[in-house]
């Protein structure tokens, strides 16, 4: 079975700083590895996936993760953020065959101040 | 294109009353999921469709609770009798399947029993 684990429930930060919001998994078989926002009163977005090739994946508001499968992470970034990343993000994770079922991780706040 | 609709976006009602939460997949997408979200639990998944058949629906908290998609293009949710620490955001997702395609969420239902 698979599971997700993001280590940070609130991450603070200021406006332009670079950020990291980290997720781990574990799993036995090959994974997808996705990131998904969801800002206030909405429903979740994806952000960016992981499916196979490069190993370092980004969306279009700048956004990075990098698949790490010796350390099975899967870490989102953003060298510099803004007021309006302010949101919360969930990790997921499937196998990577026969099945749409994610696992998601119990979510990171991300709280950018001015 | 229109995304995942549900219906109704709020639901307020006395406990003992039957609830019925509504959702509409995105057209040609042959997953379906429906989540429930709370700041205890975090984000749930009660149960998943393929091809209009229920998956996996080992997250349904208890008989009180019921999901049907009688056709790709609608299913239902339905709480009977509804208890207060049923209120929550309940959501539903639809995706194109194989586990490579995204989940599209809805905006979900925020569901209040007194």
């Known amino acids: 079975a698979q599971s997700v684990t993001q280590l940070d429930s609130q991450v603070p930060v200021f406006e332009e700083a670079p950020v990291e919001l980290r997720c781990n998994y574990s799993s036995s078989v090959s994974v997808y590895l996705f990131w998904y926002v969801q800002y206030p009163n909405q429903g979740l977005q994806l952000l960016l996936k992981y499916l196979s090739g490069s190993t370092l994946v980004e969306s279009i508001n700048g956004f990075e993760a990098e698949f790490n499968k010796s350390q099975t992470s899967f870490h989102l970034r953003k060298p510099s953020v803004h007021i309006s990343d302010t949101a919360e993000y969930f990790c997921a994770v499937t196998r990577s065959y026969n099945t749409d079922k994610l696992i998601f991780g119990t979510g990171t706040r991300l709280q950018v101040f001015p | 294109d229109a995304g995942v609709i549900q219906s109704p976006r709020h639901e307020v009602t006395e406990m003992g009353q039957e609830v019925t939460l509504r959702c509409k997949p995105i057209?040609?997408?042959?997953?379906l999921f429906w989540y429930r979200q709370t700041m205890m639990r975090g984000l749930e998944l009660l149960i998943y469709?393929?091809?209009?058949?229920?998956?996996?629906d080992s997250g349904m908290p208890e008989d009180r609770f019921s999901a049907k998609m009688p056709n790709a293009s609608f299913s239902t949710l339905k709480i009977q009798p509804s208890e207060p620490r049923d209120s929550a955001v309940y959501f539903c997702a639809s995706s194109s399947g194989g586990g490579r395609g995204p989940q599209h969420f809805g905006d979900g239902t925020r569901l209040s029993i007194l």
């Open positions: 469709f393929n091809n209009n058949v229920p998956i996996d």
């Open positions: 057209s040609g997408h042959n997953s």
